[in-house]
């Protein structure tokens, strides 16, 4: 319940006081971030999928483009990008994947796009990790997003990524 003790309002427009991370009208201190695990998930009216998390127990030297291919692609996925880049100033791994299915001769595909910060400017030992999942499993083939589409989203997503330091 410390975390929700932590929790204070703000306009959606403020930006948040001293080290706190802003959600929609509130902000949450940051030094409760590194004590607990935070996730937050929202799904569009389009049935993107993103979620943000931190995780204090974060295994920091595995990082994102290091794992294992078979691990992360999984039986039936593909790599459409990985690499290292930063945003807003904040140094990122992501690794796009694409997923191909036919399940009961049906195609689907599944996206899963994952970013992740190694370097929290906190000083926590939280990590960061931003995650966005699309399917096109029981979609009209009239309202399915293109890959493109997909990548466009994720990239005007990612790019709101920001560390605000403290005033």
């Known amino acids: 319940m410390s975390i929700l003790s932590g929790l204070h ?5 403020q930006r948040p006081e001293g080290n706190s991370l802003a959600i929609k009208y509130a902000q949450v201190d940051a030094s409760l971030l590194g004590e607990y695990e935070t ?23 595995t990082l994102l483009l290091e794992q294992d291919d078979r691990a992360v692609e999984g039986v039936y996925g593909s790599t459409i990008y990985q690499g290292k880049r930063v945003v807003n100033g904040l140094d990122v791994s992501e690794w796009l994947i694409r997923e191909k299915q036919t399940p009961e001769g ?27 999942i699309y399917s096109t499993r029981d979609k009209d083939p ?5 890959e493109p589409e997909l990548i466009a989203v994720w990239k005007m997503v990612t790019n709101t990524l920001k560390y605000h330091k403290a005033w």
């Not at 309002?9 to 427009?13: L, M």
């Not at 599944?110 to 995650?131: D, M, N, P, Q, W």
């Open 39 to 61: 996730s937050m998930h929202y799904k569009s009216t389009q049935d993107i999928t993103i979620n943000l998390s931190t995780n204090k127990n974060s295994d920091s030297d």
């Open 106 to 132: 049906i195609p689907v595909t599944e996206y899963r796009f994952t970013l992740k910060a190694h370097e929290i400017k906190t000083g926590s030992s939280s990590s960061l990790v931003l995650s966005m």
């Open 142 to 146: 009239q309202v399915i997003l293109s």
């Open 9 to 13: 309002p703000r306009k959606d427009n």
